[in-house]
């Protein structure tokens, strides 16, 4: 089947470490993005990236890196430097007008 | 500031009972609007897409309107169900240069009950 597939679903971290969450489509779409949603609050944009090897910072990207290896791959890493990281993340691949989305993974600091 | 504005916040209705959901936008040039419905601890799927030229499209029991004059949209839908139980996303995509960075509302969250 044809989608946007993210791992973990559920996601639990210590405080000061490093995850990575993956994002991987099959649908032959360029772009890709990151998004964080919080209760209340309408998605933020982390990161995107048009073409591979290539990516953009987003509203709020302080905390997060990404890469672009391949068209079909675009992980985040929220880093030890995010202050705040307990939130849904969702991400998407986009083809003209429509965004695409993953199902999600909710990542909780313990 | 782009911006997307959604009301009610929540609303809750029995089932088989209509409701309307609103959006207002300032997002500009624009480019097109969407209807998302986000399951509990899932992703968005879309509904509907609205263009500049576009009024009315509806999506089974789901109708949506476009006044691109005031900047307004609603999202209608007829004889609820329990399924329909979600949050509700107005997403309004700005044109070429702002087309890859979409705004998104912060969402109605509707429950139908028995």
């Known amino acids: 089947d044809g989608g946007i597939t993210q791992s973990p679903k559920y996601l639990f971290r210590k405080e000061g470490q490093n995850v990575t969450l993956s994002c991987e489509q099959n649908?032959?779409?360029?772009?890709m993005y990151w998004y964080r949603q919080d209760p209340g609050q309408g998605l933020r944009l982390i990161y995107y990236s048009q073409i591979v090897n290539d990516f953009q910072k987003g509203d709020i990207a302080e905390g997060y890196s990404v890469s672009r290896e391949k068209k079909e791959s675009f992980p985040l890493t929220v880093t030890s430097a995010q202050k705040n990281p307990t939130a849904f993340y969702l991400c998407?691949?986009?083809?003209?007008?429509?965004?695409?989305f993953g199902q999600g993974t909710r990542l909780t600091v313990v | 500031k782009n911006q997307v504005e959604q009301s009610p916040q929540s609303l809750i209705i029995l089932e088989g009972k209509n409701c309307t959901l609103q959006c207002n936008y300032t997002v500009s040039p624009f480019s097109n609007l969407r209807w998302y419905k986000q399951d509990t601890g899932r992703g968005p799927v879309s509904l509907t897409i609205m263009t500049f030229s576009e009024n009315t499209k509806s999506n089974g029991r789901y109708t949506a309107t476009l006044d691109a004059d005031t900047k307004q949209s609603s999202l209608h839908i007829t004889a609820s169900q329990l399924s329909d139980s979600a949050s509700y996303i107005c997403?309004?995509?700005?044109?070429?240069?702002?087309?890859?960075?979409?705004?998104f509302g912060t969402g109605t969250r509707l429950q139908v009950t028995l």
């Open positions: 998407a691949s986009r083809t003209g007008t429509e965004a695409f």
């Open positions: 997403v309004v995509s700005g044109q070429t240069g702002t087309a890859s960075k979409l705004t």
């Open positions: 649908l032959n779409h360029d772009a």
